[in-house]
T-cell receptor, first 116, second 115 residues
Framework: GAVVSQHPSWVICKSGTSVKIECRSL??????MFWYRQFPKQSLMLMAT?????????EQGVEKDKFLINHASLTLSTLTVTSAHPEDSSFYIC????????????FGSGTQLSVL | LAKTTQPISMDSYEGQEVNITCSHN???????ITWYQQFPSQGPRFIIQ???TKVTNEVASLFIPADRKSSTLSLPRVSLSDTAVYYC????????????????FGKGTHLIIQP
C-alpha cells in the first residue's frame, strides 16, 4: 500500500519555541493532505486540510496563526506549531491519499509533541 | 458529515470471530464507510471500505445492509495482536467531484483480546 512518512516521531521542546512536523507521501502524489491532533485516550480531531499550492483550510476552533501549514509540493506538507505551550502537547498525525478522490486515506506514524 | 456510533469497548478471546457494529443513521448518498485500526502511539491503519452489501479482504469483512444506516466489521479468528481501537468512519470520498472531506473520527471501539 501507499506510504506516508511523518517526521519526527517525537519531539520535546521548550515553551515559546516553534516546532515543524513534516509529512511526506513516499510513493504517490497527494494534492490534499490532512492534519489531525489526538490527546491521550481520545479520538483523532481534524485540524486542517492542506492543499498543494494554496492556503490550508482550518477547522473551527483551530488557530491558523498558531498552526502554520505549508503544502509546497505534491509530496510534502508541513505543520509548524508556533510559540508552543504545554497545552499544545499532543499526538499529531497527518494523512494523504494516492487517489484524486481520497477514498482511502493513509496515515503517517504520528508525532508526539511534548512542550515543557 | 454523518455521525457514527460504536460500542466504546469489546472483549473477546483468541481464535474467536469478532463483530463490531457501527450506526450511521444520517449517511449521505455519496458517503463511503471505512474502518481503521489504531494501536497506541501510531497512526490509524486502513482495514476495509465499502459502499453497500458485503466487502471482504485478507483481514476482514464488512457487512452493509440495504439501508446503509449501519455497518458491521467482522474480524475472523482474532489474535492478541488485534487488540486496538477500531474506528468506523463515514464520509464523502469525492466521487461526486466536489472534493473529499477530511474524515471525522468518532470515539472508536477499544477491542481487547484475551488469551
Amino acid at each position: 500500500g501507499a506510504v506516508v512518512s511523518q517526521h519526527p516521531s517525537w519531539v520535546i521542546c521548550k515553551s515559546g519555541t516553534s516546532v515543524k512536523i513534516e509529512c511526506r507521501s513516499l510513493d504517490f502524489q497527494a494534492t490534499t493532505m490532512f492534519w489531525y491532533r489526538q490527546f491521550p485516550k481520545q479520538s483523532l480531531m481534524l485540524m486542517a486540510t492542506s492543499n498543494e499550492g494554496s492556503k490550508a483550510t482550518y477547522e473551527q476552533g483551530v488557530e491558523k496563526d498558531k498552526f502554520l501549514i505549508n503544502h509546497a509540493s505534491l509530496t510534502l506538507s508541513t505543520l509548524t506549531v508556533t510559540s508552543a505551550h504545554p497545552e499544545d502537547s499532543s499526538f499529531y498525525i497527518c494523512s494523504a491519499s494516492p487517489s484524486a478522490t481520497n477514498e482511502k486515506l493513509f496515515f503517517g506514524s504520528g508525532t508526539q509533541l511534548s512542550v515543557l | 458529515l454523518a455521525k457514527t456510533t460504536q460500542p466504546i469497548s469489546m472483549d473477546s478471546y483468541e481464535g474467536q470471530e469478532v463483530n463490531i457494529t457501527c450506526s450511521h443513521n444520517n449517511i449521505a448518498t455519496n458517503d463511503y464507510i471505512t474502518w481503521y485500526q489504531q494501536f497506541p502511539s501510531q497512526g490509524p491503519r486502513f482495514i476495509i471500505q465499502g459502499y453497500k452489501t458485503k466487502v471482504t479482504n485478507e483481514v476482514a469483512s464488512l457487512f452493509i445492509p440495504a439501508d446503509r444506516k449501519s455497518s458491521t466489521l467482522s474480524l475472523p479468528r482474532v489474535s492478541l495482536s488485534d487488540t486496538a481501537v477500531y474506528y468506523c468512519l463515514v464520509g464523502d470520498t469525492g466521487y461526486s467531484g466536489g472534493g473529499a472531506d477530511g474524515l471525522t473520527f468518532g470515539k472508536g471501539t477499544h477491542l481487547i483480546i484475551q488469551p
